[in-house]
């Protein structure tokens, strides 16, 4: 009998565990809708955030002040956005803000960076590629070894899999002597040759200082960038622009995001973005930026933030908060589900045990389904009904089902 008991609980932990996966991604399936959110982007020329969605108005679009323009001035008033339409129609200003409107300035001007928490979760590549950063044809070319970074830095010939071991004792030594601490804690680069020009890599020392590694004509080159003085670095994400202004994206431990800025005098220089604080591991950001103004989006599980920043200041100019839209499932998953269990998440590829929010609401379902039952099964021993309830008390829905495929009164 004692066994009896055992098994049959552990069978309705299980069911209910599997139930807790099942019934909310079914239910979610049959109830949510997808929550997009309309393009926001700031006009040089309207000096103002324009919300850009022909899908309900497909005759005007309108600024975040509620004025509305005819779609026939999409174009010339969105110049930044629309430049290749204007080319093509002859109808490109010649200048704006006492900026020459060049196509090819404008194009090497152009920003669009997206980050997503899946960028931070994904597998880091184990090993990276250092190109030459000066080829003597111009012409990016793979070394023919690639290196990995721990207590100190290995390269590895590509073709015998042997260790370069004088070329590893180099680029160790010109590190440590710049005074990059070993263990590294994060390598970020762009291993490619499908880009503009080579930067190599960025490195996080075990201090937290970041320093900037590269390969130039065979020799080392490494130096300090002294941006851990005023930042917590967290991430970091390599561009290589086109115009060289900036190396890449910065992502602080206190929600900072900004530039990594090179300065004439050949330093280093952090410029912040006025943004919101950003959540590296929730928080989807979108960048379209131009050779005037940058167009910001940070999208959360409540909504979009947008906001129209200055290019060389990166400060704020406009900002408008776009709310999530409450979908039929929002309003159910509130009083079905006391909490949500999932296999997988939004915020990752990885498959594991992922628990989602808390919502008290629904415990009064829960009780609802506590009563019935006690009432219901009145043979039942008094300490069977309530041991019963108060387990349907506190997980609901999935216990109910349980108990359906494991009916409790055949095991009185």
């Keep these: 009998m004692k066994h009896t008991k055992i098994l049959f609980t552990f069978l309705v932990a299980l069911t209910t565990m599997l139930s807790w996966w099942v019934v909310p991604s079914l239910v979610k399936k049959m109830t949510d809708s997808a929550n997009s959110y309309p393009l926001v982007y700031y006009s040089s020329i309207l000096k103002e955030l324009c919300i850009v969605d022909f899908r309900d108005s497909k005759n005007y679009f309108t600024d975040i002040k509620g004025n509305k323009y ?42 669009m960076f997206r980050f997503q928490p899946t960028d931070v979760y994904a597998p880091q590549p184990a090993m990276g590629v250092l190109l030459e ?11 023919g070894d690639y290196f990995r970074m721990d207590s100190e830095i290995t390269f590895i010939d590509a073709e015998t899999n042997q260790i370069n071991e004088g070329k590893s004792a180099r680029f160790t030594e010109e590190l440590k002597r710049k005074g990059f601490t070993f263990p590294v804690k994060h390598y970020w680069g762009n291993p490619t040759t499908r880009k503009p020009y080579e930067e190599g ?3 996080l020392d075990s201090n937290g200082e970041l320093f900037h590694l590269k390969m130039v004509n065979g020799r080392p080159f490494v130096k300090n960038t002294g941006i851990s003085k005023e930042l917590n670095i967290k991430w970091f994400s390599m561009q290589e622009v086109s115009d060289k202004r900036f190396y890449g994206f910065l992502f602080g431990e206190k929600g900072e995001v900004g530039i990594l800025e090179s300065t004439d005098e050949g ?5 912040k973005m006025d943004i919101r604080p950003f959540d590296l591991e929730k928080d989807e950001l979108t960048v379209l930026g131009n050779m005037l103004y940058w167009s910001v989006k940070v999208i959360d599980d409540k909504g979009a933030y947008s906001y129209g920043l200055d290019m060389k200041t990166l400060k704020s100019l406009s900002s408008y908060h776009q709310e999530k839209a409450v979908t039929l499932w929002d309003t159910l998953s509130e009083w079905l589900f006391f909490c949500k269990v999932s296999p997988d998440s939004s915020d990752n590829a990885y498959v594991s045990l992922y628990w989602e929010g808390v919502s008290w609401k629904a415990l009064a379902l829960n009780g609802i389904l506590a009563l019935l039952f006690f009432g219901l099964y009145r043979k039942m021993p008094l300490h069977g009904k309530l041991s019963i309830a108060f387990y349907l008390l506190l997980v609901g829905l999935p216990g109910l089902l349980a108990l359906v495929v494991l009916p409790p009164f055949e095991h009185n």
Excluded: H
């Design 133 to 143: 950063a000066m080829p003597k044809r111009m012409n990016l070319y793979l070394p």
């Design 201 to 203: 890599y960025f490195c």
């Design 70 to 111: 005819p779609r026939s001035e999409y174009d010339s008033l969105l110049p930044m956005l629309n430049f290749r339409q204007l080319m093509m129609n002859g109808t490109l200003p010649d200048s704006i803000e006492g900026q020459a409107m060049d196509p090819k300035i404008i194009r090497t001007k152009q920003v």
């Design 267 to 271: 330093g280093y220089r952090f410029v």
